[in-house]
């Protein structure tokens, strides 16, 4: 959030005055000291809490945007009665105002500023440790996310530097338990000069890294910019590599539009989730539920090229996910664990307690209607308008 002494500048003013607060950190010879004052700065950078509601829509508008391979099928999903795993990705939408975006149209929260202007998604990790029922209209809930910078890592030589950010996000009610742990890693790399933008820049590719085994089971389907621009609404992501292939090209040195890290990741849950459903584990009528996943980004995904989402049992409720790009190279590599389905009337996963140096102020009281369901945490019956729109969701068009 921008402090009242800076939130009536002009934008084209902040912007100079953020590269200016970050530029200096480089302009001395003291390149290490320089580079660790930026790790502090980040660390100690306070985020705002993201406040959502527990609404099915945005979960209904994420199944309907996926292909049709990547459904999985709804007396296993407990849609939209509860929140797929991997779901929370198109909840909580950055509060950023337009007129702070910067000039690659991404938010400033999480960003180191000049010479380390080009973002991108380079893995991360989650735990579910609870459900997040969806509800409508009047039954909806206020959900928290907290974030919070927990590391920061610089990695190469001087002039070739990235900065790896970790953000850790917490996400549950307004009191109480994390029912979702997620610690994703951002990557922040340096200014490209105009002249190394161009064709050398888009073939000088590195030698694709194949996978050790061969998939159990794979899908391949070629993402299309329609795709990617409503996931790109779904997520409140203006990112200009999602969307500008003009950009891509003349600017990040990108042969196409780039496919989302998020979704590559909803992509290997949902595709092992079907493969369950369908008897990969326990039976058609039983699935295993997702417990974690970690996840590392290797390589980008283009629009319009073919990719294929592979899966691989590794042990026992253990699960290897990765997709290949269309040289057959590894562009996103996972492992998944799951966990048996509780018996009837459990509770699907334990519960954490947010850890106490993680703010908890500037939320808004729940009212004393909504406190009564403050400890649900796993599938309940609901109202008629719910199993209406479960209905109404049943058979959708492919992505």
């Known amino acids: 959030m921008r402090s009242s002494s800076t ?19 480089f302009s001395t010879g003291r390149h290490s000291s320089s580079l660790s004052k930026l790790k502090q700065k980040l660390i100690l950078r306070k985020l705002p809490s993201i406040k959502d509601c ?93 974030e919070k910078t927990t590391d920061v890592e610089i990695k190469g030589n001087e002039g070739e530097e990235k900065v790896f950010v970790t953000i850790r996000r917490d996400i549950g009610y307004r009191t109480g338990k994390a029912l979702i742990i997620e ?34 089971v794979s899908q391949t389907f070629t993402p299309s910019a329609a795709l990617l621009f409503r996931f790109s609404a779904l997520t409140f992501n203006a990112h200009r590599i999602h969307l500008d292939p003009n950009y891509c090209r003349d600017v990040e040195g990108h042969r196409n ?43 980008p995904l283009y629009a319009g090229e073919d990719l294929q989402v592979c899966v691989r049992k590794k042990d026992t409720h253990a699960w290897e996910t990765w997709i290949e790009g269309p040289d057959g190279g590894l562009a996103v590599r996972g492992t998944v664990r799951t966990a048996p389905p509780p018996e009837e009337g459990e509770k699907s996963l334990s519960e954490a307690k947010i850890p106490e140096d993680i703010p908890t102020d500037a939320v808004e009281v729940e009212s004393s ?22 209905k109404s969701t049943s058979n959708p068009e492919a992505g």
Not at 274 to 283: D, I, K
Not at 369 to 390: G, K, R
């Open 257 to 299: 539009l780039l496919v989302h890290g998020p979704l590559s990741l909803i992509l290997m849950l949902q595709f092992l989730r079907v493969h369950l459903a369908n008897g990969g584990q326990t039976g058609p009528e039983k699935s295993d539920i997702v417990s974690d996943v970690e996840y590392r980004c290797l390589a």
């Open 369 to 390: 209607a909504d406190e009564t369901h403050q400890q649900e945490t796993s599938p309940t019956p609901y109202s008629s308008l719910a199993q209406n729109l479960n």
């Open 54 to 146: 527990s609404s099915p829509t945005p979960s209904r508008l994420l199944r309907v945007t996926l292909p049709n391979a990547f459904w999985v099928p709804e007396k296993i999903a407990n849609a939209p009665t509860l929140m797929e795993p991997g779901h929370h990705l198109v909840y909580f939408p950055p509060s950023t105002t337009l007129s702070s975006l910067l000039p690659d149209n991404t938010d400033p929260l999480h960003s180191p500023g000049t010479p380390f202007t080009r973002r991108m998604w380079a893995g991360g990790d989650i735990t579910f440790h609870g459900n997040i029922p969806l509800r409508s209209g009047l039954y909806n809930r206020l959900i928290i996310c907290r």
């Open 7 to 25: 939130s009536f500048w002009p934008k084209e003013q902040r912007l100079v005055r953020w590269k200016a607060s970050t530029a200096c950190l």
């Open 183 to 216: 610690n994703r890693r951002l990557v922040f790399m340096r200014d490209r000069p105009n002249a190394a933008v161009g064709s050398t820049v888009l073939t000088n590719q590195r030698d694709p890294v194949k996978p050790q085994h061969k998939p159990d």
